[in-house]
């Protein structure tokens, strides 16, 4: 919380980071209300292009810009502006869940992620784009460099959103892969914390044993402002390594499937980080991760299947194809049996995974295929749902520029607890490869 | 699914079993709507004195009775009443959450659990009392034997509803002792099931890290059909034991707490368990298991504060004086750090618990104090938070009678995702003890 403004201060209200913009609140140099409308006029300039809202209204992020201005707020997101993924409930914007069947609900409490962010003085500024219940089926926001791509999903306005400078934060969530692949398509920070460690409550129910909220910015170091402000701690500086990290390098099964020019740039990479002095070594994942992709695939259709027993009863032709066909087919047609063998062999594996982390700080590994792709899927997932299975840390770190200029990023993860280990070795390893 | 009638069904109805009421109802010997009627007469005749009821309509309740007999559902569940805690969503019913605050709140969906049991053929009687937030302040309900006295909580109203022959099956919820506790006093069956087995999803959270939905019934046969339903399966008898179980014997750290005739009823239990052929012996619980309540209260009390930010912000006089100054007080002066401990703790304990079911087949310990007390306060959970934290499937076995005539139970326990077979050895218990 030392954070003081500096030469970045120079730039566009819109582009400040949050520790920027609370410092300068606090202090007083800069007004909520100035800060919403520097937010509020780069959204009315991008949005027909970007398409990251599903739910914004000026006059009611102005009202609380004002209303936090006049009680002199100080707390560590003063005047910070958030957008709010449009699966977390709100208790003054509508929450539809990406899905017709809720168009215009309006939850009576606000999730407790929203109401953390709000005490602490954060704006809501409203909600992003999700896909059709955080599953595949896409919403309409189009990648902020390139309107023929992806942003990647389900977290698709969030990500598009931070990497546009429209908000310096924003919430998602991540059961598969819906944090991590838009991070990297959209070239921000994105983190998935430790499974359990933010509260879910007011979050729509996907897959209860994957489901984390997670956060996207433009720096390390909002992020990790924005978790201890949702986990209820004082928020403290990311730490300074006292010495380069041990690395492994993880050439996951999932590793044929990426494009040629993922793997040059990976392979790369590790080359770089070990001139620059970090003790990089291959990692050998335990033979149950090869199933952890298939594992996750179960464990998450199963779960989601029973949670929407009431849509799958009462609201089936609202409900997409892909959907239908996809996650409900699969959950529907995965028993109790091989429910339970999957995370019995999900908690074998996180147990072999654990062990890694005697002997590396972190591990890298990649966070998607490539670039963000041309069309409206939301591109391949696979390369973080085996980590949401692992319920470990994880951050997509923007590193790469693919073939067609657009970001790809690199993933980094560390042990299960080990959070603020995780944002140190990635700042060094954006650092070093920046 | 090969229960058929018995002698019993020359009970009252509202008497019956789920599986009587449900094969009778295939059968095309009874309807729904004789079933639901039997269920509201009894409900009109003792709820002026028991109270177990948040809302119930019984147009509402005879409406669904009619659609299903006119629809000839043959589920599981087919035209088995069952009440619902008012802390799970109900699409057509208010939900409260035991709290002014929410006073007569609709929910857009219904929980995940309260649409598999209709999905199932079963009817929707009503919102059960809950204690505030289920927590600890009280809601209305009375003992069903004894006005003067609590019937337990937070499941207060599905407890004592099940007890009064009112409903043969009701849903509730454990994140501390919120079911076994009123299993006891209200002398039914009541079941926590293995962490994570039936999802949560609609339902409040209070404490992800134990809260669970939890099922009473009046046979340990109608809480495993109920749980087969919920968790999505093919409903499957309760099988015998080849022989007598192994059974470990817990003077658990709070034994001293008990009341000295529960102490008595728990020592003679398990020697005449022994006579009947139980291979009985003391089980030496992990050294932890001693910190185990208070880690409980840590882990639970700071997941609740979080999770109520917005009611702590913004409705502070409206939350009772026991919840503020009790959990939230409790949640909010716990640090993260002690959070951490608190979790690997558990992480720990649970391992040293688990090895336990090498020895033993189930374990044998105390569900609460003694009878239910008399006054207003729910009486004491420790005798189960310790269990909520291991993750372990628990069920009360009302098998006692304390010196006012009154039910306190054993709780029997059994290793994570040992459910049937804690289902099997709670029968076999409860009839050799009978």
């Known amino acids: 919380m030392t954070a003081r403004p500096t030469t970045r201060s120079l730039a566009p209200l819109n582009e400040w980071t949050a520790l920027e913009i609370a410092a300068a609140v606090r202090a007083g140099t800069v007004t909520c209300e100035a800060i919403a409308r520097a937010c509020l006029d780069r959204i009315a300039e991008r949005e027909p292009r970007v398409l990251a809202w599903e739910y914004l209204d000026p006059e009611q992020v102005l009202a609380q810009a004002r209303a936090l201005d006049r009680g002199g707020h100080r707390g560590p997101l003063a005047g910070v502006p958030f957008g709010v993924k449009d699966i977390i409930d709100t208790c003054d914007m509508p929450t539809a869940y990406g899905s017709p069947i809720y168009a215009g609900h309006r939850p009576r409490r606000d999730a407790a992620c929203v109401a953390l962010g709000r005490k602490a003085g954060g704006v809501v500024m409203g909600k992003t784009v999700t896909t059709e219940f955080a599953v595949n089926y896409p919403g309409k926001t189009r990648h902020p460099q390139d309107p023929a791509r992806t942003p990647g999903g389900s977290s698709s306005g969030s990500a598009a959103a931070v990497a546009d400078c429209m908000v310096p934060l924003a919430l998602g969530t991540q059961t598969t892969g819906s944090t991590i692949k838009p991070g ?6 994105a983190y998935r914390p ?21 956060l996207y910015g433009r720096t390390v170091e909002d992020i990790a402002l924005h978790r201890d402000v949702l986990v209820g701690t004082e928020p403290a500086p990311v730490a300074g390594l006292s010495e380069p990290p041990r690395i492994g390098f993880c050439r996951v099964p999932q590793w044929p499937r990426l494009a040629p020019y993922t793997q040059r740039l990976l392979e790369d990479a590790a080359a770089r980080l070990a001139r620059a002095g970090a003790r990089l070594q291959d990692a050998a994942l335990p033979e149950d991760f090869s199933e952890a992709e298939e594992t996750h695939r179960q464990i998450s259709c199963r779960e989601f299947a029973l949670n929407f027993t009431r849509e799958i009863e009462h609201h089936w032709n609202e409900l997409s194809e892909d959907l239908r066909n996809g996650k409900i087919r699969i959950g529907l047609e995965c028993t109790d049996k091989r429910y339970r063998a999957a995370q019995a062999l999900a908690a074998r594996c996180r147990l072999g995974v654990e062990a890694l982390f005697g002997d590396f700080d972190v591990l890298l590994a990649p966070a998607a295929v490539g670039e963000a792709p041309v069309g409206t899927g939301t591109g391949d997932s696979t390369l973080a749902s085996p980590w949401s299975l692992m319920h470990v840390p994880t951050m997509n770190v923007p590193v790469f520029k693919g073939p067609n200029g657009l970001p790809v990023g690199a993933q980094v993860i560390a042990g299960h607890g080990q959070d603020r280990k995780l944002f140190a070795a990635a700042r060094w390893i954006h650092s070093a490869l920046a």
Chains 1, 2 share one sequence.
């Open 184 to 189: 990297s398509f959209c070239g921000v920070f």
């Open 194 to 214: 430790t499974f359990g460690a933010i509260r879910c409550s007011g979050v729509m129910e996907s897959a209860a044993s994957c489901d984390t909220v997670t």
